[in-house]
């Protein structure tokens, strides 16, 4: 078979079911955990009366809201910023966790597993204890991708060295990276032990301090990495077949290769400064579309950005409500549900491997 006739034959199979209908159930999603991120909390809200309240600040929209003006702070000045935030980091760890599978062919690649959270966590958390307070607004994101980009470039090399780009190969090279570097983190944080509880909060998850502000500042990364993963998903299915056979195709493997991982590097390593260390979304997200929908980036890609953003404002809601006054850390319903996860895409990936 010719190397088109494969590419041609691989992408039917993995775009048998239409596109369309998942991408229009997927914005559904969003906007009905939108809603409900919103609308959810120790103050109950209608969530009619929040989308009246929307509509009323629309431009050229002649409407009241029916909120008080309590209630308008609460749903515009706490709720939504931090509803908005988890959406923008559910959708970059979804779709860098997509990008890393599709740029090694691994389906156990994440951000996590490979160690660009690991080493996003070190760099924020270097400047969480070295840097002046008021600058790390500013260097906890540039930091953070420092430290994801020199993780990724370390367990990708390192893989490499030990035997190729195998599952395994990479899969061990990436746990390697990330225990050295949080190693690292732990030396780090015992000398600095005055910052300890705020690094260790940053390090389990949390929403809880979002504000506009942080929107703001993650907003540019998160439409850079997202416009760049979402222009080379075509890429990626060519990519998907072989080196070789893309490298036939007239595409430069290397080049394409580098620009997804610094992109989804750039993602996460954002993602990673203003919400800390959330696992399991890169796999959680992904896989489940692609049992439903398919394994065409041309779909899987969009698909993760939108399934990620509600996956991850659903999860918060679950993190602020199942202990009630109390929170618990986002990144341990996100273990919670990803754990097992993990391991049944683990056992079908040896099925298949069989």
């Given at each position: 078979m010719s190397v088109d006739a494969t590419a041609l034959a691989r992408r039917q199979v993995t775009t048998r079911r239409p596109s369309v209908p998942w991408l229009v159930g997927a914005l559904g999603l969003l906007a009905g955990a939108l809603v409900i991120g919103v609308a959810v909390g120790p103050i109950e809200i209608g969530a009619l009366r929040i989308v009246q309240a929307a509509a009323a600040r629309l431009p050229f929209v002649d409407a009241s809201s029916p909120l008080t003006a309590a209630e308008e702070a609460i749903v515009f000045e706490l709720r939504l910023p931090r509803v908005v935030l988890g959406a923008l980091v559910g959708a970059m760890l979804a779709s860098a966790g997509a990008a890393f599978q599709g740029s090694f062919r691994n389906p156990l690649a994440d951000?996590?597993?490979?160690?660009?959270?690991?080493?996003?966590?070190?760099?924020a958390t270097l400047a969480v204890v070295y840097a002046p307070a008021g600058a790390r607004s500013v260097l906890v994101p540039?930091?953070?991708?420092?430290?994801?980009?020199?993780?990724?470039?370390?367990?990708?090399?390192?893989g490499r060295s030990a035997g190729g780009r195998s599952a395994a190969s990479l899969l061990l090279a990436g746990v390697v990276v990330a225990s050295f570097l949080?190693?690292?983190?732990?030396?780090?944080?015992?000398?600095?032990?005055?910052?300890?509880?705020?690094?260790?909060?940053?390090?389990?998850?949390?929403?809880?301090?979002?504000?506009?502000?942080?929107?703001?500042?993650?907003?540019?990364?998160?439409?850079?990495?997202?416009?760049?993963l979402l222009v080379h998903r075509r890429l990626l299915d060519v990519l998907s077949v072989g080196d070789e056979e893309a490298s036939a195709l007239g595409i430069d493997v290397r080049r394409v290769r580098l620009v997804v991982i610094a992109a989804a590097t750039l993602g996460t390593a954002a993602a990673v400064a203003v919400s800390g260390l959330i696992g399991f979304v890169g796999i959680i997200v992904p896989h489940t579309i692609r049992l439903l929908a398919g394994g065409s980036y041309r779909v899987l890609l969009p698909l993760?950005?939108?399934?990620?953003?509600?996956?991850?404002?659903?999860?918060?809601?679950?993190?602020?409500?199942?202990?009630?006054?109390a929170e618990l850390p986002i990144g341990v319903v996100t273990a919670f549900c990803g754990a097992p996860f993990f391991a049944l895409v683990l056992r079908r990936s040896r099925v298949v491997a069989t």
């Open positions: 951000p996590y597993l490979l160690g660009a959270a690991a080493g996003a966590g070190l760099g540039i930091a953070a991708f420092a430290g994801a980009a020199g993780a990724v470039v370390a367990a990708y090399a390192l949080t190693a690292v983190q732990t030396f780090v944080q015992q000398q600095n032990v005055d910052t300890v509880q705020e690094v260790y909060s940053w390090l389990l998850g949390r929403l809880a301090t979002a504000g506009w502000r942080d929107v703001l500042m993650v907003l540019p990364y998160a439409v850079v990495s997202a416009g760049v993760s950005l939108l399934g990620g953003a509600a996956f991850l404002v659903l999860a918060d809601v679950l993190a602020r409500t199942l202990l009630a006054p």
